[in-house]
DNA sequence: GGTACCATGTAACTCGTTACATGATTGT
DNA sequence: ACAATCATGTAACGAGTTACATGGTACC
């Protein structure tokens, strides 16, 4: 009941505990296979998440060794199924706060040279390209039988970075009108 | 000399400074009216910034009080402005990570009700479109003869908020059809 | 025997926000 | 007088990354 605030990234471990009980590494490849592309998890706050998780009773520990390895399973508990609903229930707390380097130094980019410029739009063109198939493949992995909202998720993934490379590839033909003058 | 890595906030001073010498409260004014959309700077950050890039001898500061009120004017040096070159010529860093609360939370939300998920999505439409209008207007302030990237960067702005809205009502309409069902 | 993967953790660090504090100046 | 704006800062905190450390297990 020690109502400590969530970070989402405890909210997030809580939304992949919901669908069943996982040790943390499970939980670290679930979310490399899911959310990573808009909320990454490392080992490094993940484990001192769960046990803090544990501590507020959000979640259960069990202790369940493969062999001589050791191996805690997280489980939700009735409290942590609530809280996750909490947070689901509440509105969008802050405002979409964005950081993108890319953007930050196009901004100041004027005077660099057109040729380099075309190296680093066609360098971020190609990866946002091959996020939007990264994408891609995980919308087919998730298949139809995923709900409706994380495939519109894993699907706007995808939009997203080509909308990214697609303003890239636009960015490109004016600097390259520009160069031509 | 002392190769100090930046931060990026240290490099959109930079960027901001090369236009000319500011004070810390000009260059936090700037940057809340050009580069606050992907890259927020708080005077928490700015000013102690600001001594640590002085020390490593980027930036040169000159009192320059109005009246009674003290007033320190921040300048390039020639090490700054070739710091600044030297990340402008720099590859992008690291993969464009992104953080995306609202993402996070639809993910997990397919337990959620239709009408609560159309209360939220609304609401971040509405976000969206007031971010959108912010730009367009930042836009139109920036006029024609502002740098091409600079514009280029801006109309991105616009472009990528008018795009989440869009993906928004998309939703919308999907949800409504599900709830018809 | 080596490599890849399973499994868990910690310490140091960076970046950034929030909340507070202080005081001058300008305009109503 | 008061509010808004100019101007500068600091302390405490929060979130997250990186690099490291440790060891078991499975398979070739």
Chains 1, 2 share one sequence.
């Not at 040790?23 to 679930?30: N, T």
């Not at 993108?100 to 390209?129: A, C, G, I, Y």
Request: hydrophobic share 40%.
């Amino acid at each position: 009941m020690s109502q400590t605030r969530l970070s989402n990234t405890s909210r997030a471990i809580l939304g992949i505990l919901s669908t069943g009980p996982l040790s943390g590494y499970d939980i670290k490849a679930f979310a490399d296979s899911s959310v990573r592309h808009f909320w990454a998890v490392s080992y490094g706050q993940l484990y001192p998440e769960l046990k803090a998780l544990a501590a507020a009773g959000l979640v259960a520990a069990e202790a369940q060794p493969r062999g001589f390895r050791r191996r805690t399973v997280y489980s939700l508990t009735e409290t942590g199924r609530a809280a996750l609903a909490d947070w689901l229930a509440e509105p969008i707390a802050g405002g979409h706060e964005l950081r993108d380097e890319l953007l930050l130094k196009l901004f100041f980019s004027d005077p660099v040279s057109p040729s380099h410029l075309q190296t680093l739009l066609r360098q971020m063109r190609r990866r946002h390209e091959e996020a939007a198939a990264d994408l891609t493949d995980q919308q087919e992995k998730l298949g139809p039988r995923a709900g409706a909202l994380r495939q519109a998720v894993s699907r706007f993934g995808g939009e997203y970075h080509r909308f990214r490379a697609d303003w890239c590839t636009r960015l490109l033909a004016e600097i390259q009108g520009e160069a031509r003058r």
